[in-house]
């Protein structure tokens, strides 16, 4: 999964779905993966029926809360860095509540409550019904508030979220994860596998589409392992391609064990479906595959991708990779490089291992020491630049379908969007000789003319 800090409150921003009969304001800071931005939505549509509307304006909050990750150590530590800035809002404001949602809530609820005195309430990813309760127990005594359950049930099926203005939307299928690899903390933030119903999801994304939305991605820990009695995953996708033909579908995360080619089939059977999978292979040594639990080998692997570019040449396609594991050698590590080399990732997120509380990697010797680490690190980052520069300048001068997304990020002048398969894509708003404005949502016809590691750049053609 991404793990950014994602900026939902931006200055200035009208939200407009707030209730003008609401008279609580609660901030909202989100960080992590798209599951916690898909989670942020359900949270307010809670606490909307309760009486509380999001503000942009953190000095103007009733409440003050932080959807987090714990994915990664680095991730945890930016919320402790986080809850040091916030101090000086509870100074100012006694009254203030502050609290701690999401994965960090169910993995360090003890720790929060003992050592950062300034946390008033931890809420797990299976319990935020309960957060406006929660809420107003502590504004009415003072008590702290804690629900860090996990369930075997919840799937906030009969919620609806509360959606922002925008192209695209974030659906989950699924939440939680059965796999139990060896360095991964969500089976025990996120709890067991369990998935929506397939009729709800159709409804809710044909409802999206009737709302403008042109792009949703499907959300799970594993959407490979969805099930609804008789439908799996590649069912879920085949329907929803079905039933939004207009609608760009993408999804997020693949776990390789998983991942069947009766999907593979379906992506590539329709064209609304994006040709792009996230697939994190973590590591290209057998020997260190196994001390992870991943449960496929290189060869089992690479088998998946021959498939999927047999069917779809142009797939575009990412992986997560995790170096410096316990007991990983020099060769491990050149393994690694040289699956890069054969698949050659359009992208990949690379990390360098940290030892998680409760998985069973904890008990392990992280026997690689940080210069090691760093160094290899360096390597494979390197690595993917390279191969990331060579795969992208090899779509200059070819033509592609964009969808516009968003303002580009340096220049209110152009915009961007991604290709089929998912490469992020810049071109200007204006068309000067046939003086026309480009829009968010727009579906354009492309030239790329220049590339670089990470993005395109491209002049409209149509």
């Known amino acids: 999964m991404f793990e950014n800090l994602i900026l939902n409150n931006l200055p200035g921003n009208k939200l407009s779905y707030n209730r003008s009969n609401n008279h609580r304001k609660v901030y909202i800071e989100t960080y992590g993966c798209q599951m916690n931005l898909s989670d942020t939505e359900i949270i307010l549509s809670v606490l909307s029926d309760f009486g509380f509307n999001e503000t942009n304006i953190i000095e103007e909050s009733d409440v003050i809360l932080l959807n987090t990750c714990s994915v990664r150590d680095n991730a945890e530590i930016r919320i402790y860095n986080r809850l040091t800035h916030l101090k000086k809002f509870k100074k100012d404001n006694p009254e203030l509540?502050?609290?701690?949602?999401?994965?960090?809530?169910?993995?360090?609820?003890?720790?929060?409550?003992?050592?950062?005195?300034?946390?008033?309430?931890?809420?797990?990813?299976?319990?935020?019904?309960?957060?406006?309760s929660i809420i107003e127990n502590t504004f009415e005594t003072g008590e702290k508030g804690i629900a860090t359950k996990l369930s075997k049930i919840e799937t906030y099926d009969?919620?609806?979220?509360?959606?922002?203005?925008?192209?695209?939307?974030?659906?989950?299928?699924?939440?939680?994860?059965?796999?139990?690899?060896?360095?991964?903390?969500?089976?025990?933030?996120?709890?067991?596998?369990?998935?929506?119903k397939l009729e709800n999801i159709i409804l809710e994304i044909k409802e999206l589409e009737q709302n403008g939305v042109k792009d949703i991605w499907l959300l799970g820990q594993n959407v490979n392992s969805y099930s609804d009695g008789n439908f799996d995953f590649a069912d879920l996708l085949k329907n929803c391609a079905e039933a939004v033909p207009s609608v760009r579908i993408r999804f997020i995360t693949s776990h390789p064990y998983d991942l069947s080619n009766k999907l593979l089939e379906t992506i590539s059977s329709f064209k609304n479906i994006s040709k792009y999978i996230h697939l994190p292979v973590q590591s290209g040594s057998d020997r260190i595959l196994k001390l992870?639990?991943?449960?496929?080998?290189?060869?089992?692997?690479?088998?998946?991708?021959?498939?999927?570019?047999?069917?779809?040449?142009?797939?575009?396609?990412?992986?997560?990779?995790?170096?410096?594991?316990?007991?990983?050698?020099?060769?491990?590590?050149?393994?690694?490089?040289?699956?890069?080399?054969?698949?050659?990732?359009?992208?990949?997120?690379?990390?360098?291992?940290s030892p998680r509380e409760n998985t069973k990697s904890f008990s392990m010797i992280d026997d690689v020491n940080s210069e090691i680490k760093k160094r290899r690190l360096e390597e494979i980052i390197g690595l993917q630049r390279k191969i990331s520069i060579q795969v992208n300048s090899g779509l200059i001068g070819q033509t592609k379908e964009i969808l516009l997304e968003s303002v580009s990020k340096k220049s209110t002048d152009f915009l961007m969007g991604r290709t089929d398969c998912n490469k992020s894509t810049i071109v200007p708003k204006y068309e000067i000789t046939l003086k026309r404005e480009y829009k968010i949502g727009d579906v354009l016809d492309v030239k790329i003319i220049k590339a670089n590691s990470a993005t395109l750049f491209g002049e409209i053609v149509n």
């Open 292 to 353: 992870m639990n991943r449960l496929y080998s290189t060869e089992q692997y690479l088998k998946i991708i021959e498939y999927a570019r047999k069917l779809m040449p142009a797939i575009g396609l990412s992986t997560d990779i995790i170096t410096g594991f316990p007991t990983e050698t020099e060769e491990d590590h050149n393994m690694t490089l040289a699956l890069m080399k054969e698949v050659k990732y359009d992208s990949a997120f690379m990390f360098a291992y």
């Open 97 to 132: 509540v502050i609290g701690i949602l999401g994965c960090m809530a169910e993995r360090l609820r003890k720790d929060l409550l003992e050592k950062d005195k300034i946390v008033d309430i931890i809420v797990g990813p299976d319990e935020y019904r309960k957060l406006p």
């Open 158 to 196: 009969d919620i609806k979220p509360v959606r922002k203005n925008g192209v695209t939307a974030w659906v989950t299928v699924m939440r939680g994860c059965d796999k139990f690899c060896s360095f991964c903390v969500v089976p025990f933030t996120r709890g067991r596998e369990r998935s929506r």
